[in-house]
Every structure is written in C-alpha cells, then in structure tokens.
C-alpha cells in the first residue's frame, strides 16, 4: 500500500531523515515513534506530501508520490490529520463534515452523530480530535495518517479514540499513526517503527519494542531534529 525507500531530507547541516525504508501493508495500523526530534514529523510531511525528499522514493499504491501537492495526494486517497485541530469552529458538526463532501455515516463512525447539530467550538478536546477524523474520513481515504491523535486527551478520551480507530481498522483502512503516548499507541497498532537522529532503529511488534536496548536508549538519551 505505502512503500517509503531510503528516504533523506537535510535542512542547512541537520540531517533530519537519513536512508529510511518502510513499509505498510493493505489493511495494516503502523505506529510511528521515537524521542522528541527524531525526524517523525519531517517523515509524516514528507509522505503526504508537505516536504520533498533530497534523496529517496515514496509509492502509494504503485505509483511514485515524492514531490506530488497534498491536494493531489488527498484525491489519491491519502489522507492525513494534524496535531493542532483543523475544523470550521463556528459551523455546526455536521456542517463540518457536509463541508468537506461526508456525511452522517462519518460522524457515527467517529462517534458524534448525537452532537451533529452542536457547533464545533462547544465540543471537547476529545470530541474536536474525533470531528477532524471524521473530517478525513469524508475524503473517503484509501489510507488514514493520524498526527499525535492521542494529544491532550483525557484517559476516557483516549478509549473513545482508541474505539474509533480500532473500528476503522476493522473496515480495512490502512493507518499511519505518530504518537508520543505509546499505551495508547500500542493498544491499536500491529506493527511499530522507531525513528532516532533522522534513522530508523526498530522494526517490530509492540510488545517487541518495549524490551529492545537500542530503542531504550534512544528514549533515555535520544535527541535529534523534528
């Protein structure tokens, strides 16, 4: 589905991302994690498009992306979220999602069909990340990349969430999911990979990655460029 070939990005002298390859597969939830200034953010703009590569290849789908415009991308069906929510406060929640080409099936997949009448701006933390997913989902994506979902949200909040995504992951929706909380994050990913210094140093299983030396010490001591 998503293919990310020995991918290099360097802003003046800091090298962000240096020779990363990954993949994702059909029907697959991928974490994304790494210390503060690891380079995930400079991968996550790079995939959907925000930031071109120096070096290296991103295919969706079989088809070369490095360089295409997120509007290219988005028609496409890759579709990401932001850390720092991105809705029409001022319209209701279903004008939100009737804005952006979905509907009330969106809404129920996230949660808020009962606050579709409620208007952005009144709505919790929790329930403004859910509106912005629902926001990408009416895109009808193809692939779904979530920045920092978990951010900020209480530990009810959080379940919600972890509900929403759990349930697009039954409806085959591939995820590419940056997160900081790796409770959370682990409670809903398959596979995780971990960035340090712009490298990737960790391919595995979630409960695979909490007992390796390298990825501990990257944790402990690990500072780089975001």
Partial sequence: MLKVIDVEKKFGELRALSGVSFKVNKDECLGIIGPNGAGKTTLFNIISGFTKPDRGEVLFRGEKISGKKPSYLVKKGLVRTFQLIKVFRQMSVEENVLTAGGG???????????????????????????????????????????????????????????????????????????????????????????????????????????????????????????
């Fill in 104 to 226: 009330i099936e969106e809404l129920k997949a996230v949660g808020l069909h009962n606050k579709r009448y409620e208007k952005a701006q009144n709505l919790s933390h929790g329930e403004l990340r859910r509106l912005s997913i629902a926001l990408a989902l009416s895109t009808k994506p193809k692939m779904l990349m979530l920045d920092e979902p978990f951010s900020g949200l209480s530990s009810i909040e959080s379940k919600e969430l972890e509900r929403v995504i759990l349930s697009l992951k039954g409806c085959g929706i591939p995820l590419v999911i940056i997160e900081h909380k790796l409770k959370e994050l682990f409670n809903v990913v398959d596979r995780v990979i971990v960035l340090n210094y712009g490298k990737l140093i960790f391919e595995g299983l979630p409960e695979e990655v909490i007992k390796d030396k390298t990825v501990i010490e990257a944790y402990l001591g690990g500072n780089g460029v975001e």
